[in-house]
T-cell receptor
Framework: NAGVTQTPKFQVLKTGQSMTLQCAQD?????MYWYRQDPGMGLRLIYY???????DKGEVPNGYNVSRLNKREFSLRLESAAPSQTSVYFC??????????????FGDGTRLSIL | DAKTTQPTSMDCAEGRAANLPCNHS???????VYWYRQIHSQGPQYIIH???NNETNEMASLIITEDRKSSTLILPHATLRDTAVYYC???????????FGGGTRVLVKP
């Protein structure tokens, strides 16, 4: 019963390096989301994908790109990492079947430090 | 999404009911009230949601006032493992984002 799986769990990067955060869900959900959480703050939406083949910007998209690889997987890419992107990144998914008020389900996060 | 207002923190005794208030005075008719919690920097955990009727599940009960301007999450018998930050969110059912505010930091004490 995996739910939403994020890899890696921890990562340290140098400024200017690139990396991709991976997210996969096994609940057959249509919608997927990427959030970031800075210390002592609530989550902020970076990008989301309402369905396979679509992506849209959230509240804080600058410096990030996303790919909805298939229905299960939604990746987040940092092309040139900056110290301001040091944060905990959470992926979530949501089913959008017959009940339109389905909640989002979250992974355990990727803790990213950029030096 | 409508703005929600929650107390910054609260304590409660182990074994007692914990009542967490939330104000959402500008909530619109198609916005649901969702409750999540986050335990020690883990991913947010869904608790319960409702539109206008009171709801109950295995984790908690949600009481929504008749005018829908406020709600209360009730943890019936708080345990130490319920220590967490609790978020109240008003969101459209078909919306594609959740707006997390500061939440209420709940400390359950023995």
């Amino acid at each position: 019963n995996a739910g939403v799986t994020q890899t890696p769990k921890f990562q340290v990067l140098k400024t200017g390096q690139s990396m991709t955060l991976q997210c996969a869900q096994d609940m057959n959900h249509n919608s997927m989301y990427w959030y970031r959480q800075d210390p002592g703050m609530g989550l902020r939406l970076i990008y989301y994908s309402a369905s396979e083949g679509t992506t849209d910007k959230g509240e804080v998209p600058n410096g990030y790109n996303v790919s909805r690889l298939n229905k299960r997987e939604f990746s987040l890419r940092l092309e040139s990492a900056a110290p301001s992107q040091t944060s905990v990144y959470f992926c979530a998914s949501r089913g959008t079947g017959t009940a339109i008020n389905q909640p989002q389900h979250f992974g355990d996060g990727t803790r990213l430090s950029i030096l | 999404d409508a703005k929600t207002t929650q107390p910054t923190s609260m304590d409660c005794a182990e074994g007692r009911a914990a009542n967490l208030p939330c104000n959402h005075s500008t909530i619109s008719g198609n916005e649901y009230v969702y409750w999540y919690r986050q335990i020690h920097s883990q991913g947010p955990q869904y608790i319960i949601h409702g539109l206008k009727n009171n709801e109950t599940n295995e984790m908690a009960s949600l009481i929504i006032t008749e005018d829908r301007k406020s709600s209360t999450l009730i943890l019936p018998h708080a345990t130490l493992r319920d220590t967490a930050v609790y978020y109240c969110i008003a969101s459209q059912a078909a919306g594609n984002k959740l707006t997390f505010g500061g939440g209420t930091r709940v400390l359950v004490k023995p």
